[in-house]
């Protein structure tokens, strides 16, 4: 270990010396050094008379506990702390999770932690406001099974009132299973107030209504909210003429093909009729297009709608389609329609055309 | 060269490190376990067996506590220090799987905890107790370190006497201004005598780093006496 002993390094293995870690080889090679180099030889010296110096200091464990008093002592008090730990009951998991032990441990928090304390009233006043809103919301709203007449005060929505309200004034709510979703409407201007209902009140449908009409007022998620709400009420012409409304103007195909979805099975209006073949025949986007000429085949096959009269243009649009779209799946169930139509109107020879 | 370093307490000479420890106590039916071995001893006690846990405390507590009084150097918080560790001992002791000699693992757990008062001691000076041994020891009472070291006779000196007790006082000041580290690694290795590979053990650490430890604190306190001597 020591072959490279030189006083570069004499002072550690002298320290090393004299605490007494040195093997009998190497003390040797740190004497044969020390003989040969006065400074070194003096740096030893010094390193044992501190040893000597620091090992004739008398140990306070000595002069502390002479009579191993203190030791009995600590034993008896250690002891004793033995007895208290084995007397009390062993943690588990069902003792952490007991309420009380909860509660202390958040008054102990709460007590030393201020700042949480305010976090945590203005946490609790939050929820217990939204709460409490609900709560006099629900009690507000008439009871399942209760009187059969709903008289409501409420005066009828104003165009005035209905162009004031806005996207954020609008809160469709939807229920479980098939209920009709709950609507709430503030109303902000001449005189701020709220409506709310179910779209199978006439206020609600006229608002929704209204609210599917106008695309540049109210944004893609509302308009698509509102025509999913309206969806059960297309038998109304109001709700029917705001869909085919829709279908042809609103700039989002998304809205155009829910739209389209919601009219299925008030397609034998007239004005859906229009607005279903308007879309086949000049709506830019394919997804549309198709979606009208699904539904106008749906029409066809059912026995009950292809009763009624089908649109005049029906056979020239599909035509034109079969020729001319973009679309190959388009032309192809185009010319089905067509074969289709040519069927319908061999069945309907002897009753008369159904359509020119 | 004589022997400094051997101080009270050997390794070797730990109780219960040796075959055949002796039975400090007697009780009916416990005689065979008071002189077992230290492995019986544990695995009864970590069977829960609380004699046996008692006897293993009573084979290393005398060490603990005079390891805590001498780097402490207040009988309070060597007391603190022996309950601490006791009961860290005591609810770990599941967990020792004789990877390492029993001894090694509850030094580490009580230079840890001494380690630990020290740091406080360091960080919240203020909140400390006089020292005993500086205040109340009979060390004082009896004849200071400077008359240990000279031998009987001087207390007729009171110059001597005077010079005694101001080298007394820079021996525990110097003491005082190592690390937490350094002053464990210069008690154990100065006044406890173990090796510096089983100091590293217990420390958890490597033998190189001890070292480095001693040579810090021998320069610091070479440095500190350099004047008195």
Known sequence: MLHELHCGNFEEQAILYAAGELSAEDCGAVQAHADQCGRCAALLAREIELRNTLAARVQPADTLDRSELLLAHCRSQFFEALDDAAALPKRNWAAVLTPWRWFTGFRHAFAFHPGWSAAALILVGALAGTAAREWYRQIAAPLPGGPVLTISASAPLTQQELEAIGSDGIRLEPQSGSAAPKVELQVRSPEPRVVQGTPDDAEIRHALAYVVRHSSKFDDGVRLDSIDALRSEADDPQVRAAMSDALRHDPNPAVRLRAIEALRGSDAAPDVQSAILGALSDDDNPGVRIQALNTLLERMKNRELSRTPLDSRTLIILRDRMQNDSNSYIRSRSADALGQLASMDEDSQPGGGRHP | ?229
């Open chain 2, 1 to 229: 060269m004589s022997d400094v370093s051997a101080g009270p307490l050997s390794v070797e000479s730990l109780p219960g490190v040796a075959s055949g420890a002796s039975a400090p106590l007697a009780r009916s039916g416990g005689a065979a376990l008071a002189a077992a071995d230290d492995r019986t001893l544990i695995e009864h006690a970590q069977e829960g067996d609380r004699w046996a846990f008692e006897l293993l405390v009573q084979r290393y507590d005398r060490q603990v506590l005079r390891l805590a009084l001498n780097v402490l150097g207040s009988a309070e918080d060597a007391q603190d220090v022996y309950q601490e560790a006791f009961l860290k001992i005591y609810r770990n002791l599941h967990r020792f799987r004789f990877e390492c000699a029993f001894y090694s693992w509850v030094y580490r757990i009580v230079t840890n905890v001494c380690m630990d008062h020290l740091r406080r001691r360091r960080s919240h000076p203020e909140e400390q107790p006089p020292l005993v041994r500086q205040a109340h020891s009979e060390e004082q009472r009896d004849g200071d370190f400077f008359d240990h070291q000279q031998g009987n006779g001087t207390y007729s000196d009171p110059e001597r006497q005077v010079f005694g007790h101001e080298l007394g006082r820079k021996v525990e000041a110097a003491l005082e201004s190592l690390s937490p580290r350094e002053r464990m690694v210069f008690e154990m290795r100065h006044y406890q005598g173990m090796k510096l590979r089983a100091i590293a053990e217990m420390l958890g650490t490597t033998e190189d780093t001890v070292k480095n430890s001693l040579f810090r604190a021998t320069r610091k306190l070479r440095t500190q006496l350099e004047g008195l001597r």
